[in-house]
């Protein structure tokens, strides 16, 4: 399994979130991911009013400052920009990192942000419809010479995206959890999954998506499984008891050998890549240490 950190966006400096890839790249994680999100969400634990990073800005910036770990995109919104921007936007990031980046994309979910700049936010199932063809034009971009495509919602003509990524392909990653129809999309158009959830939720959702490829004739093996839940690495349960109550996202904490208990369940269920948010880890000295401590105590062993 791999391990990867992703750096909030939210409330955390340049130089802070750059010092924490650094680390990680440093010290042996795999990976480096950045959520794609102008300000916090209304009702969440930080207000809107929080200063928050640009991600396509951030990728750029990391592509050419930390070497060697994978940079990745959890995941961009598709209502933001334009899929042949996307495509552009992933093509040179790939080419600044010599072939490192992975494009993960997701249908928009975030009313506050589409509310305040103007953007458009469809109905659920129009997004849906729009996220496939804007799936299929950025596949196509980066993988075809040209590409013509005339859609319900986007059209381009024999157009071009050049250079090339590094990679051939460059992964494409889509964030889904809906089983119906997103879990259906990443079957048919996607190389690697992502979704929130523990254990059982994810061993459930793969589950699905095997049925979706079956359905397709594609070989699950194909798509990378990943994953991302809140961390609390603290030698008292009790106080870790107590965090993981505290916040609505899936979480788990503890002491090493509880860690390592979570972390057998996601390896029994052939999970590729477990991504672990740094704001629950604490700042500076003491994120890196738990950052260490994690690697060390917990996830060596599943590696």
């Known amino acids: 399994m791999r391990f990867s950190i992703w750096p909030t966006a939210v409330q955390q400096p340049w130089g802070d979130l750059l010092a924490t890839a650094r680390h990680a790249e440093s010290t042996g994680w795999d990976g480096v991911w950045i959520a794609d999100h102008f300000m916090a969400n209304e009702g969440g634990p930080t207000a809107p009013e929080t200063p928050t990073l640009e991600a396509g800005s951030l990728v750029a910036a990391l592509a050419a400052s930390v070497p060697r770990v994978r940079i990745g995109t959890l995941v961009y919104g598709n209502t933001y920009r334009h899929p042949a921007v996307v495509a552009n936007m992933a093509a040179t990031v790939d080419q600044i990192t010599g072939g490192r980046f992975t494009l993960g994309v997701g249908a928009g979910w975030q009313e506050n942000e589409h509310r305040q700049y103007g953007i458009t936010l469809p109905p659920v199932r129009e997004r849906v419809e729009r996220f496939e063809e804007a799936v299929t034009i950025i596949r196509s971009l980066l993988r075809e010479p040209r590409t013509t495509m005339i859609g319900r919602y986007y059209a381009v003509d024999d157009a071009l995206c050049e250079p090339k990524p590094v990679q051939d392909p460059l ?54 499984r990943t994953a991302q839940a809140l961390v609390f690495l603290t030698d008292d349960q009790a106080t870790a008891d107590k965090l993981v109550s505290r916040v609505s996202a899936p979480a788990f904490g503890g002491p090493p050998e509880r860690l390592a208990e979570v972390l057998a369940g996601y390896a029994k269920i052939g999970l590729d890549e477990l991504i672990v948010p740094d704001f629950t880890l604490g700042d500076g000295p003491a994120k890196f240490e738990r950052m260490d401590r994690f690697l060390e105590e917990v996830a060596s062993a599943f590696r």
Not at 190 to 198: R, S, T, V
Request: glycine letters at 12%; a negative charge.
């Open 171 to 224: 992964p494409i990653l889509i964030g889904a959890s809906g089983e119906q129809r997103m879990l259906g999309l990443v079957a048919g158009l996607a190389d690697q999954w992502n979704c929130w959830g523990l254990p059982d939720l994810i061993e459930h959702k793969s589950s699905v998506l095997d049925h979706h490829c079956e359905r397709l004739g594609r070989d699950p093996a194909e798509i990378a």
